[in-house]
């Protein structure tokens, strides 16, 4: 796998920045700065189409988000080939609160689910959505080998880790595709991480770059980006927003690449 090979369905190459709809699906136990309501059906839909015709065309959900998948499924059914998806397995939030279940059939049922809950065929991306117990859920669980034969059923594009150590992102990538990690201007101990990655021609989605909206300055943004994209290996940014103003503002701030110069 090389970078290069990271496209939406109908083979255009994924967007540099891909929407987070954790704000979409569920507003409780989150920690943004200010609470928020869950964006009506209307101005979702919005949302998602100004995404869509300003570039960006990588959509990042959960099963743990709420409503995220259901509602992604029934937006989306008309362009479903013009998106690259990214779900993940192994979280559930019921009630209020979280359980993780890594288990062969729990992760069988989710991708299922998920199928059927984002009225598609395929998953571009499925990731283990981690409970910060990165290396058990590899090595003690084979939860990237469940996912992996999944994947040589045609269900899955590609698969990955979404994680919450260095340690457990240096693993996932020997078997993975993408290792989604976070990083942002307070946050870096996972760089070596991004390091790792470039050197297996291995890709990285990148979570909380704004550090879940605490920098968000037009000057932290603009840094952000600069820091995050000199590593290779970051093939997208997942920048949760429900605001298009904000979608718009950060795309405005992205550092040109060398083709635009
Ligand atoms: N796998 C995991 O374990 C995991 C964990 C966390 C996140 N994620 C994924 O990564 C995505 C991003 O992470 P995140 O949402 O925690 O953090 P983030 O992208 O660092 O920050 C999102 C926050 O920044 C605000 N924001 C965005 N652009 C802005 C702008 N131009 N000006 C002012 N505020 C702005 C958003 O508010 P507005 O809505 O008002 O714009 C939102 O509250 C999530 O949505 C999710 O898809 C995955």
């Known amino acids: 796998m090389t970078l290069q090979t990271l496209t939406t369905g109908n083979g255009q190459p994924i967007s540099r920045l891909g929407l987070g709809t954790v704000k979409l699906g569920r507003n409780e136990q989150v920690k943004y700065p200010q609470a928020f309501s869950i964006p009506d059906d209307l101005t979702a839909k ?116 979404s994680t919450k150590t260095t340690e457990g992102g240096l693993l996932a990538l020997n078997d993975s595709d993408i290792v989604m990690a976070s990083y942002n201007l307070r946050y870096t101990e996972e760089e070596a991480v991004l390091k790792k990655a470039e050197t297996l021609s291995k890709a990285i989605f990148i979570k909380k770059a704004f550090d879940s909206g605490y920098a968000c300055s037009t000057e932290a943004i603009s840094k952000t980006f600069k820091k995050i994209f000199s590593f290779p290996a970051v093939a997208s940014i997942i920048i949760g927003t429900i605001n298009t103003h904000h979608l718009e503002n950060n795309l405005a701030l992205l550092p040109k690449q060398k083709a635009e110069l």
């Open 46 to 161: 919005k949302l998602l189409s100004t995404a869509l015709s300003l570039g960006i065309n990588i959509v990042d959900t959960a099963p743990a988000y709420g409503q995220s998948e259901e509602r992604l499924g029934r937006f989306l059914i008309n362009q479903r080939h013009e998106w690259h998806i990214v779900t993940k397995v192994g979280e559930e939030f019921n009630h209020g609160q979280s359980h993780f279940d890594f288990s062969k059939k729990h992760i069988r049922f989710s991708i299922e689910r998920s199928l059927k809950r984002l009225r598609t065929d395929y998953l571009d991306t499925v990731l283990l959505h981690s409970n910060g117990n990165d290396v058990d859920i590899i090595q003690r669980d084979g939860a990237l080998d469940t996912l992996l034969a999944i994947k040589r059923e045609g269900l899955i594009r590609y698969i990955g880790v």
